[in-house]
């Protein structure tokens, strides 16, 4: 008997493993599976047969449009439960009851977050975007104040539930943390910087508290901006009327997108000096500040995903035509421009090797042919320059107008192709002023600046304290003034009269003129005389020296230390804001030069920052002081490279599209960032000038500083016309007049080309200098030839011939403060001390 026992164990076990879906078969052949299968059919035919199809979808539409998306979300719990009873598995459900119901208060939570979206998509017949995608009980956790009650009670009890013992421990830990974490914010002195994080983080919280006329079913369906706008109130209207005619056409005509493929400009928001609280701001001095909403909002940006994927194909296509292996790793696009970051590849080189057997014969194939394998040699990596003597032939391969490479992207192991867009966007202040980049930095930064977005789209911010000086340059309409408006704009945005003061030099006499009535100007008008320009800086280093002394005073080192200091008035920070450098250096070069180097050098720890912009970049522009003391540079597109390299110190900038376009070389970086800057329309400046021009500021307009002008402007009036100290000073005391006449000496003629090339000067200088020989009769008047002839001669060996020279090199003209008794004064000095001869023209 038990041989026979063993014998069917074994025939058993063989046929089971002969036939290995044999248990899978037995266990869908289950008697209550049948049957659960049966019964789940015959009900789901029932609705067909029977006219119950009606009521069943008004359910289902029920269910949905009070879970929205989590009607998926009951169909899996359902199932989960019938499957687990089914099973008879309710022993597990009782052990796990716990995490089953946190488990089912999160699934709650997510319902409020849900409550946040509205999709335009359809479940049934409830539309999602009318009802969010959390449903009416995921929008009413979202919106109702007890709801968002029942919303955190729901997640805290729900981590509880999961996870016990972290919840205790947390419990237990978090008043020490909390005291801890207080006590190093009072020490820190970071209790205020919090306060305005809270301030912002609780105003949306503070919204939702208000009464919510959105939980009104008819309110809600006349959601704006709802692709369904106008059916739901239809629907809740009833029968049609004309006069409801009218306002669901209207609603339609308001909820439809409008069908424009030009790119909108940017909204503009009129000026409404009746600000809503939520949007009232304030600087630390209790100013009230502009509200954001003065600013155009940032339009859409249209996605070229497609078009990128092409282009990237296209570079390596063509990369690879030319033997340079590479790949397209990275693709960043910007609001001009989109970077395709290039990873060099690798040039491999091989050799053709014959396969050969034991013996060393060669193994010949079908053919008879020897059979040949390619073996690698060497494996190296493409040198990058092998990359950017192709950038004419990428130009030429993407139809692009000009392609920048940055080779290597700094901290990056790529190279950087810089396409131009088909279609660019515009960077709007508003949209820089708005990101989280902008917002962290309004902490940290004293004098911020909104620059515009990089070439991945980011924020691209900056500090005035921290740069500290400013040079920007380019060409004709390539957004200079532009930038130096968005500089303005957003000083004036942020900062007060008592924390901001401006001091404005416009020889163009209408691209600062917005700005001539606000309160922030330290005198009382905007420079637009060029024989104010040196009074002017010079007024600006009176203010430095005065700083300084009372720093000195008070024992501190700069303006951050003295305001921190209790017990001190605080100091404003000035800006010295200069539209075009060429103009003062042709009027009064020496002068212009030794103030702005002097100011660039020193003025930084005294609170005291230039911007300075000009459209010449040549090198008697920007000369060398002045360009060493400006480490910061912005460079729009140049016409060629040679001006390029006498902003930047380097080439690329004559590769610039125009229209803010820009190359952004920061204070602590030595390779130039591409930026499109924001753009400020005169609509946003005047709206901005008009807050600050109302009349809330009318009892409050702070003091000027004319009585400093005035005093600054009475002593240039003594000053040379070379710039060095002291006042009146003649030729005589001009070493190269005293060259000029040793070299009459020598020569019959003279020449102003002659002069240049002796004594290394430029024309102007070099005509200057003929002029004042001619004055003093050492050289005859010119005759329409290029050389003229010198009066002394030979004479100039005979002791009358010395003496007269000895008296020509003492000869001193009219000082230009001090009138002869022949001529009387007709102009005011400081206009003579300014006043040039006509052969000081341009190189």
């Not at 729009?636 to 190359?663: C, P, W, Y």
């Not at 019959?748 to 004594?759: F, W």
């Amino acid at each position: 008997m038990a041989r026979t026992s063993r014998r069917t164990r074994r025939a058993s076990t063989r046929r089971a493993s002969a036939n290995p879906f044999g248990g899978i078969g037995r266990f869908l052949t289950r008697p209550e599976l049948v049957g659960t299968f049966l019964v789940v059919l015959a009900a789901a035919t029932v609705p067909f047969l029977l006219p119950f199809a009606g009521v069943i979808a008004d359910a289902r539409d029920g269910v949905v449009q009070l879970l929205g998306l989590h009607v998926f979300s009951l169909v899996v719990v359902l199932a989960s439960a019938g499957i687990l009873i089914g099973f008879r598995w309710t022993a597990w459900i009782s052990r796990q009851r716990r995490h089953l119901i946190g488990g089912l208060a999160l699934l709650g939570m997510t319902a409020a977050w849900l409550g946040y979206w509205y999709p335009d998509r359809t479940v049934g017949d409830i539309d999602l975007a009318v009802h969010s995608a959390g449903g009416d009980l995921g929008r009413a956790l979202a919106s109702w104040p007890w709801g968002v009650a029942t919303w955190l009670l729901l997640g805290v009890s729900g981590f509880a539930l999961l996870w016990p013992k972290t919840a205790a421990a947390m419990l237990r830990g978090t008043p020490g943390a909390i005291g801890r974490s207080a006590r190093w914010v009072w020490d820190q002195h970071l209790y205020r910087p919090l306060g305005r994080g809270l301030r912002y983080a609780f105003t949306p919280i503070a919204r939702l508290m208000r009464p919510n006329r959105e939980l009104d079913p008819e309110f809600t369906a006349a959601r704006p901006g709802s692709p369904k706008a106008a059916e739901a109130i239809a629907e809740i209207a009833g029968p049609a009327t004309p006069e409801l005619a009218e306002a669901v056409a209207a609603a339609a005509a308001e909820a439809a997108p409008a069908e424009d493929p030009e790119p909108r400009p940017p909204k503009q928001m009129p000026m409404d000096m009746e600000t809503p609280a939520d949007q009232l701001r304030h600087s630390e001095d209790g100013w009230q500040l502009p509200p954001i909403t003065l600013l155009g909002e940032e339009q859409g940006r249209e996605s070229r995903a497609v078009d990128n994927a092409r282009r990237a194909q296209l570079i390596v296509d063509t990369l690879a035509s030319f033997g340079v292996d590479a790949s397209v790793v990275q693709i960043n696009e910007g609001p001009t421009v989109t970077q395709f970051g290039v990873e060099p590849g690798w040039d491999v080189k091989t050799k053709v090797v014959t396969e050969r057997d034991a013996t060393g014969r060669p193994i010949l194939d079908d053919g008879g042919k020897p059979r040949t394998n390619e073996v690698e040699v060497s494996r190296t990596r493409i040198r990058v320059n092998r990359i950017t003597a192709l950038q004419n032939d990428l130009a030429l391969a993407l139809a692009a107008p000009a392609l920048r490479i940055e080779a290597p992207v700094p901290g990056k192991p790529m190279v950087g192709i810089e396409v131009p867009n088909t279609s660019t966007s515009t960077v709007t202040m508003r949209g820089v002023m708005e990101s989280n980049v902008y917002q962290r930095g309004l902490d940290k930064h004293a004098l911020p600046i909104a620059l515009g977005a990089g070439v991945s789209g980011d924020p691209v911010i900056a500090d005035l304290a921290t740069m500290p000086h400013v040079l920007i340059a380019g060409a004709t309409g390539a957004g200079k003034s532009v930038c130096l408006n968005s500089i303005i704009s957003g000083l004036l945005m942020h900062l007060s009269p008592e924390q901001l003061r401006l001091v404005m030099i416009d020889p163009k006499r209408v691209e600062l003129a917005d700005f001539a009535e606000v309160p922030h100007l330290a005198f009382s008008r905007i420079v637009v005389e060029m024989d104010q320009v040196v009074g002017t800086l010079q007024a600006v280093i009176n203010e430095m020296e005065s700083r300084y002394r009372k720093f000195a005073k008070v024992g501190v080192r700069n303006i951050k230390t003295y305001n921190a200091k209790p017990g001190q008035s605080p100091m404003p920070y000035w800006v010295v804001v200069i539209d075009e450098l060429a103009d003062l250096m042709i009027a009064a070069p020496y002068q212009v030069e030794q103030q702005l180097v002097r100011l660039a050098q020193l003025a930084r720890a005294t609170g005291i920052h230039l911007v300075v912009a000009t459209q010449r970049p040549s090198v008697d522009v920007i000369t060398g002081l002045i360009k060493a003391n400006f480490p910061t540079r912005i460079a729009f597109a140049v016409a060629s490279t040679v001006d390029s390299r006498t902003v930047l110190d380097q080439g690329g900038a004559e590769k610039l599209l125009g229209r803010g376009d820009m190359l952004y070389v920061p204070p602590d970086e030595q390779k130039p960032k591409r930026v499109q800057g924001v753009f400020v329309s005169d609509e946003e400046i005047r709206a901005i000038v008009g807050f600050w021009t109302a009349d809330r500021f009318a009892n409050l307009q702070p003091e000027k500083f004319d009585d400093m002008l005035l005093a600054a402007e009475r002593e240039v009036e003594n000053m040379p016309a070379d710039g060095s100290a002291g006042g009146g000073g003649g030729g005589g005391d001009d070493p190269l007049i005293q060259k000029a006449i040793e070299l009459a000496r020598e020569h019959e003629t003279l020449s102003t080309s002659m002069l240049q090339r002796k004594l290394r000067i430029g024309y102007p200088r070099a005509a200057r200098t003929m002029d004042e020989l001619e004055d003093r009769g050492i050289v005859g008047s010119g005759d329409g030839s290029s050389s003229r002839r010198v009066l002394l001669g030979e004479e100039s060996n005979t002791s009358e011939g010395r003496t007269l020279m000895a008296e020509a090199a003492d000869f001193v003209p009219v000082a230009a403060g001090a009138p002869s008794e022949d001529e009387p004064d007709e102009e005011p000095s400081s206009r003579k001390l300014l006043k040039f001869p006509k052969a000081f023209d341009d190189d």
